[in-house]
């Protein structure tokens, strides 16, 4: 299955995106797709009602916008330099263990809403990732049973501002995190529809430009890996987001930089995942 969220920003209803690429309202059946939906065994009651439904099912219309496909999670953790490539181009070290940050959730943003740039930057950056959502509470995990924790996979442009994120010092977190820097979708795919997570192309273009063309097959640390690693940390919960780094490609890594600047236009995708679009913005236009 394929779930949506539509509506207005924080009141969004949930839908799915059927095969035929009707968009449908299952708001009848469900409340929303947040922690509760995921801890309740929501994804088969869905697929239950979608079985029985799926004919008969109200039509979400075409001018609705669409939100992220997942409610704000109870946490974001994003994975940097997993893939070697992009660690060169930052000059960093391939890491030995993964690095991790959080993610503030209030940046999650629709697929197509704009990016605003922050007030003060002048370094924001794009970066294509695939993102695990989390099914189930996880908590020492082992990498053979990560698998089972999985509800499904997004796709996820992990906005990043490089001078909050470096030169500003401490954690990355406060360049990862501010409002519109977590665009999320257009839907989950669930785990079924990605029998390999080791083997997506991915891209990512700027005003019609290619600039990032990698593969999942290149990540140092694999989804399993992440999934388990990060659950001997904390305790991951139902509906959680885990983003898995972005290939070489981000802005940082070109000479000279080049970063987003108003009317800029990113378009981004991920192999079974579709593709989602951004009209970059300024902070109060
Ligand atoms: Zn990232």
Same mark, same amino acid.
């Given at each position: 299955?394929?779930?949506? *969220?539509?509506?207005?920003?924080?009141?969004?209803?949930?839908?799915?995106?059927? &095969?035929? +690429?009707?968009?449908?309202?299952?708001?009848?059946?469900? %409340?929303?797709? &947040?922690?509760?939906?995921?801890?309740? /065994? +929501?994804?088969?009651?869905?697929? &239950?009602?979608?079985?029985?439904?799926?004919?008969? $099912? @109200?039509?979400?219309?075409?001018?609705?916008?669409?939100?992220?496909?997942?409610?704000?999670?109870?946490?974001?953790?994003?994975?940097?330099? %997993?893939?070697?490539?992009? $660690?060169?181009?930052?000059?960093? @070290? #391939?890491?030995?263990?993964?690095?991790?940050?959080?993610?503030?959730?209030?940046?999650?943003? +629709?697929?197509?809403?704009?990016?605003?740039?922050?007030?003060?930057?002048?370094?924001?950056?794009?970066?294509?990732?695939?993102?695990?959502?989390?099914?189930?509470?996880?908590?020492?995990?082992? !990498?053979?049973?990560?698998?089972?924790?999985?509800?499904?996979?997004?796709?996820?442009?992990?906005?990043? !501002?490089?001078?909050?994120?470096?030169? *500003? /010092?401490?954690?990355? #977190?406060?360049?990862?995190?501010?409002?519109?820097?977590?665009?999320?979708?257009?839907?989950?795919? #669930?785990? &079924?529809?990605?029998?390999? =997570?080791?083997?997506?192309?991915?891209?990512?273009?700027?005003?019609?430009?290619?600039?990032?063309?990698?593969?999942?097959?290149?990540?140092?640390?694999?989804?399993?890996?992440?999934?388990?690693?990060?659950?001997?940390?904390?305790?991951?919960?139902?509906?959680?987001?885990?983003?898995?780094? #972005?290939?070489?490609?981000?802005?940082?890594?070109?000479?000279? @930089?080049?970063?987003?600047?108003?009317?800029?236009?990113?378009?981004?995708?991920?192999?079974?995942?579709?593709?989602?679009?951004?009209?970059?913005?300024?902070?109060? =236009?």
């Amino acid at each position: 299955m394929k779930l949506i *969220r539509f509506g207005e920003p924080g009141n969004e209803s949930p839908g799915l995106q059927l &095969d035929d +690429g009707r968009l449908v309202d299952t708001s009848s059946v469900v %409340n929303d797709y &947040d922690e509760e939906f995921f801890a309740s /065994g +929501g994804l088969g009651k869905l697929q &239950d009602w979608l079985s029985a439904n799926a004919e008969n $099912a @109200e039509q979400v219309s075409a001018d609705h916008r669409i939100g992220s496909p997942i409610a704000r999670p109870s946490k974001m953790i994003c994975i940097g330099l %997993n893939f070697s490539d992009h $660690a060169a181009e930052t000059g960093a @070290e #391939t890491p030995k263990e993964p690095v991790i940050f959080s993610k503030a959730t209030s940046a999650l943003n +629709g697929p197509f809403d704009n990016i605003v740039i922050p007030k003060g930057s002048e370094q924001t950056d794009w970066e294509v990732e695939l993102a695990v959502v989390i099914s189930k509470h996880a908590s020492y995990v082992s !990498e053979s049973e990560a698998e089972n924790y999985i509800a499904g996979y997004v796709l996820h442009n992990d906005v990043s !501002e490089r001078s909050f994120q470096i030169d *500003r /010092g401490g954690q990355w #977190t406060k360049g990862k995190s501010a409002d519109t820097f977590a665009p999320m979708g257009p839907f989950m795919a #669930t785990k &079924d529809e990605i029998p390999n =997570s080791d083997n997506l192309g991915m891209w990512l273009t700027v005003n019609g430009e290619k600039m990032q063309d990698g593969n999942t097959s290149n990540l140092i640390f694999n989804v399993p890996h992440v999934v388990s690693y990060l659950s001997h940390f904390m305790s991951l919960l139902p509906g959680d987001v885990i983003s898995t780094g #972005t290939p070489a490609g981000v802005g940082m890594g070109m000479s000279p @930089e080049r970063y987003l600047k108003p009317g800029d236009i990113v378009e981004l995708g991920i192999d079974g995942l579709g593709s989602s679009k951004q009209n970059v913005v300024a902070y109060g =236009s």
